[in-house]
């Protein structure tokens, strides 16, 4: 009996969480700010993991996915890298020179999916 009003108090208490949390609250520049505050402070995981968050509620901002992109080159996630740079880049952040020069990609540049993105983005294509 003692767990069963246990589970119906959590349950309870979950109900009322939910019913009183308005999603429409969510602030998205302070999601993209602590986000960026981890970067800062080398958490690229955590900052990788806030961006995702943000793009829930804004998913064309190019920067927050160029952000997210550079997350995954300091990670040397060189498919996610990738994969975020493309989107950013179809999202307008066309800036070719920077994403070449960038030290954030420094262990993905090598690698054959990262470079092969590289040269067509350089060349202006729109390819996968």
Do not use: W
């Not at 981890?38 to 901002?61: C, P, R, S, T």
């Not at 420094?106 to 999916?113: C, G």
Request: glycine letters at 4%; a negative charge; charged letters at 25%.
């Amino acid at each position: 009996m003692k767990y069963l009003f246990t589970f119906l108090l959590i349950i309870t208490l979950a109900f009322l969480a939910a019913e009183n949390f308005d999603f429409t609250t969510i602030n998205i520049d302070s999601l993209n700010a602590v986000a960026t505050q981890a970067y800062h402070d080398g958490e690229y995981q955590k900052a990788a993991d806030l961006y995702i968050q943000y793009m829930q509620y804004d998913i064309k901002n190019g920067s927050v996915c160029y952000n997210l992109a550079c997350c995954y080159g300091l990670l040397a996630n060189d498919s996610l890298a990738t994969k975020y740079l493309r989107y950013a880049y179809d999202n307008g952040f066309t800036n070719i020179e920077h994403i070449k020069n960038d030290p954030d990609f420094e262990k993905v540049r090598e690698s054959e999916i990262f470079s092969k993105l590289i040269k067509k983005l350089d060349k202006g294509t729109k390819e996968p």
